[in-house]
């Protein structure tokens, strides 16, 4: 079975859209961008229709790409100040001259809806109520919606980045999963994915996970977003997965659809409905 990431976020989206119906004021989300990357344009496009169509409201602001941390810290201090703003996102990568660490540690940790600010962080590891990074999110999202048991499920995670491998792996044992992670330097990566219940991968890496890695029974979930010949692919193997394997997520329309669209849970984490 090939898993709908795009249906599934739009019921996320109807529901969000819903709750807002009866409120008299819409949550606003500013994205904040250095230069003009063109993923990155794609990308706060996705965010912008995503956040209008909901009926949230949505300001850019675009910095020059030899702006410096001052003035971006600057802008962060005035969205922080701003109480008709609910989210801020500072769009990653920044340019080199700019510590991404001080810019995260700035921005407001309860409108810091990426959940990447440390203290979102360290609330996420105590098994706290935390904004959480949107990525994880949605694997865990994903898994809900398919009314997938975590409790006791040898889960394997491939990749141990800040962003994707080390919450999701925590979240997944906050659902009572037995979590595995496995990274570069893992020996017989095989061995740990034949024996899981389910397989995330966050590697970078088309094509890493192949039909003699998994069974049957395995479910995959897909983060990887990699470019490859101009299109956009994910790290498994998915043609020679897709009519093998329980259930897969393709790579587009799985995962990032409902990255986009659990953003707006978090913005609605700290709005008064
Ligand atoms: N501060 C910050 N927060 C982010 O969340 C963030 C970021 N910076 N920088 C860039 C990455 C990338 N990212 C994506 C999320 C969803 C899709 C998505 O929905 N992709 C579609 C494909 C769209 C297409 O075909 O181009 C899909 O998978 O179906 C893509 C990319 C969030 N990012």
């Not at 890493?208 to 995959?220: G, S």
């Not at 329309?253 to 849970?265: E, R």
């Amino acid at each position: 079975m090939i898993i709908d990431g795009r249906e599934i976020a739009k019921k996320i989206k109807s529901d969000v859209k819903e709750s807002l119906s009866s409120c008299l004021r819409a949550p606003k989300v500013v994205a904040i961008i250095l230069g003009d990357n063109p993923s990155s344009e794609s990308y706060l496009k996705m965010l912008e229709k995503t956040c209008t169509n909901v009926g949230f409201d949505y300001e850019l602001c675009r910095l020059s790409d030899t702006a410096s941390e001052m003035e971006l810290l600057a802008l962060i201090d005035e969205k922080n100040k701003d109480d008709s703003i609910n989210g801020i996102l500072v769009q990653m990568p920044l340019p080199a001259h700019i510590s991404q660490e001080k810019v995260l540690m700035h921005i407001d940790p309860v409108k810091d809806i990426d959940g990447f600010h440390p203290l979102n962080a360290g609330r996420l590891f105590k098994g706290e109520k935390a904004m959480r990074p949107c990525t994880p999110l949605a694997v865990v999202t994903i898994l809900d919606a398919l009314s997938i048991d975590l409790k006791g499920k040898n889960i394997v995670v491939i990749g141990r980045s800040n962003i994707v491998g080390k919450p999701l792996a925590i979240m997944l044992m906050q659902r009572h999963a037995t979590v595995t992670v496995c990274h570069s330097r893992t020996q017989n990566i095989a061995q740990h994915t034949k024996a899981a219940d389910i397989v995330i991968l966050a590697v970078g890496k088309p094509g890493f996970l192949k039909k003699d890695m998994v069974t049957e029974e395995t479910i995959v979930i897909d983060v990887g977003t990699n470019e490859v010949d101009g299109k956009l692919v994910g790290d498994a193997d998915f043609d020679a997965l897709k009519d093998y394997v329980k259930m897969i997520t393709p790579v587009p329309g799985g995962v990032g659809p409902v990255t986009n669209a659990v953003l707006l849970l978090n913005v609605l984490e700290h709005f008064e409905l």
